[in-house]
């Protein structure tokens, strides 16, 4: 299979393929992953906690100063639901590496294993994750799975897998001796290793789940955290390096770019660039940072221009001193509200600007109107 990836990869776009692989899997969760893999049924009482909240109504955003699409979009979100729950699981299960799926004795799907098993790109298990009862696995008594949708990716390690650490430990469910199964794909990750150095993780009792590697546990633990939680920022901010988050009294400006490898750039990046050098901005690539780096940069930056992207999450960084964002997204029907939120929890002035449709089809690029990312962030730099 991955040498047949290889090959569609050589002859179409990636972007092409990824919205194929979208469409191939909505139409598998529909038809035939219903019967190959259906859904373990829980009922309330089955949880530890389970409940519902309004991310958007818990801080209000600022929104009159926005794009008129934006306003639509985030005021819709005042609408929408986030769950929260803790599933202790006591009976056997199996859990795959893949995704980290977990499935039960009878080979029905946990969807709670994941704290996003419901979004439409996550692909079901392998066909051959049901004849894994049989074999002789690795098996652990206790287990606490921080498997997750999007675990490589270091937005979702902060929000989504160190907040499971410190959701269970306000629960006092948490000892350094229990294990704790990550992904070898996360494990090996700049990030995780940086974060590893702190105490509180360096201490613990880590499962690292191998490609391939069927896990078996006896008793284990299923959580998720509501989004955007602000406490969990700080928490993440004490674990860092003090010379890392040391500030300077630079006042930065920084504009973080994408290359054109990333599928999500600016096309015309080089008339970008230089409307923010003539305001007074360095063009910095987190990409070629470590992570130490991107502490740093964030820490030290009162304003910050970026594309969408992982790597606005840095923010956090900045910590209580005062920040202006201008978040730049590509054209969409759908616009994520993650930094809208992050930065109006954290105290920051924010501000979004939606690009063109970019004349490179299917390359992920877009186009800024020069005049406009001007006006922006002149106006950024008021507040």
Known sequence: MSSVKKILKQIFPVVLLKRAHLEYNKLRIKTIDKLLFPEKSFQQADFRIRRDDYPFRLIPVVLGHLDERLQRQFRSNDDWTQD??????????????????????????????????????????????????????????????????????????????????FFLEEQGLLTPQTPLLIADALWRKPFFQYFLEHPYLKNRRWVVQQKGQYIRSRKTYFCKPLTHTPQYYARILDMVRPADRATTGQERRIFITRSPKRLRFIENGAEAEQVCRELGFEVVDFDEMTLAEQIQTMANSRYVVGIHGAGLYNMIFRGQQPMGLLEIYPPASYYPFHYVLVATQMGYAYDGLIGQPGTQKFSGGFYVDPAELRQRITALLQR
């Open 84 to 165: 929260e729950y803790l599933l202790v699981y006591n009976q056997p299960c199996l859990i795959e590496p893949h995704y980290g799926w977990a499935l039960s004795q009878d080979n029905q799907l946990i969807y709670p294993s994941l704290g996003f098993s419901r979004v439409p790109y996550l692909p079901k298990p392998d066909l051959a994750a049901k004849g894994m009862w049989s074999q002789p696995l690795e098996e652990f008594e206790e287990l606490v799975s921080l498997r997750d949708t999007g675990e490589e990716n270091y937005y979702h390690f902060y929000n989504d897998v160190l907040a499971k650490l």
